[in-house]
């Protein structure tokens, strides 16, 4: 790290939607970092403000900025098609509307360069809100310094905290080994590339704050939330993709931790069931059609009346119930897994 003029080329990737507002102050944040050997890749994603000139006349006027485009909508599929056509062998992403230290990718260039077997590292993140809430995420969780493969998994599984995209800087060979961000997902995309790459790959983690982001009324995730008010985020992304993948890799081998995923499903499949309010026969109907979805990634019917009970229950009975279900959930799963290697014995 003493020869600055010698230092790989690292990848920015910033994908752009409608963000007219921010890029000069990016760009700014950008010039200002002091790590030298960079390229700036914009990639826009449908804009239909002025995003697309502002970025051409920073273009104009720095060789290190270049513009993308890409039509499917959503900041994953936009951060892919950036890293597609990147040519530096490390990758880090910024996000337009966020504010970045000037030593952002010097700190963290810093770790990833230092041992050949850490694949990522990622460091802390501020959020901002609107209406003045600061807020910084509770990182227990997380072990400081290396993480080998998969200890990060369950514990990304909570959604309590993770490693969004612009804390992150990413080896491209092991960005692209797991088929970088989920094209189908417009939110939580970053949650799920991260759960991805720690399955297999080391992953470091550096406490050191690396970006404060905005969380304004327009952004995504408010746009989802408002637009999606009885949707219950979690199960659905828990259903739709973290079960299916965890079930149909077999990953359960790797780690007996993610079996957390059925606890996770069943909460969360009592609480979207809650939301709705809809008559008894109602939601016998959607909690059976949903745990007959579930249980062809192994969740067993059993829980039918358990659910249904916890659905109808006071604040106080749900709790207990969860608490119930938590423990049979633990043990159906050990017992499961006996009864597979007896009948592999036998």
Excluded: W
């Excluded at 970025?55 to 513009?67: A, E, F, G, T």
């Excluded at 910024?94 to 850490?118: C, E, G, R, W």
């Amino acid at each position: 790290m003493t020869d600055l003029n010698t230092l790989p080329l690292v990848s920015i990737i910033i994908p752009v939607y409608n963000g007219e507002k921010f890029i000069d102050e990016l760009y700014n944040y950008i010039f200002k970092q002091d790590y030298p050997n960079i390229e700036i890749i914009f990639v826009d994603n449908n804009s239909d403000d002025r995003s697309v000139e502002l970025i051409n006349n920073l273009q104009n006027n720095d060789s290190r900025v270049k513009i993308y485009f890409e039509n499917k909508q959503g900041a994953g599929a936009a951060r892919n098609r950036g890293v597609y056509r990147s040519t530096g062998e490390i990758i880090t992403f910024f996000d337009v509307d966020d504010t970045y230290p000037s030593d952002k990718i010097s700190s963290l260039a810093k770790i990833i360069f230092s041992q050949n077997n850490i694949d990522m590292v990622f460091g802390k993140i501020i959020a901002h809100y609107d209406y003045g809430k600061k807020y910084l995420p509770d990182y227990s969780t997380f072990n400081e310094g290396l993480n080998s493969p998969p200890c990060l998994a369950s514990a990304i599984l909570n959604f309590a905290v993770g490693a969004g995209p612009p804390t992150i800087m990413c080896k491209k060979d092991a960005f692209n080994s797991v088929g970088g961000f989920e094209n189908d997902m417009l939110i939580g995309e970053d949650i799920a590339f991260v759960f991805k790459l720690s399955l297999n790959h080391s992953i470091y983690f550096l406490p050191k704050v690396v970006a404060e982001s905005k969380r304004h009324y327009n952004s995504t995730m408010a746009r989802y939330k408002r637009e999606n008010p009885l949707i219950n985020i979690f199960y659905d992304q828990y259903k739709h993709f973290y079960l299916p993948y965890i079930f149909k890799n077999n990953l359960f081998k790797v780690s007996k931790n993610l079996s957390i995923i059925y606890l996770y499903c069943i909460k969360g499949l009592v609480e979207q069931t809650r939301k709705y309010n809809y008559s008894i026969i109602m939601r016998m109907s959607y909690l059976y059609s949903e745990i007959k979805y579930l249980n062809k990634y192994g969740l067993s019917f059993f829980y039918f009346p358990l659910l249904l009970f916890t659905t109808y229950a006071n604040q106080f009975f749900y709790k207990v119930m969860i608490k119930i279900i938590s423990i049979i959930q633990i043990y159906d799963f050990k017992i499961n897994q006996y009864l597979k290697i007896k009948n592999v014995r036998s």
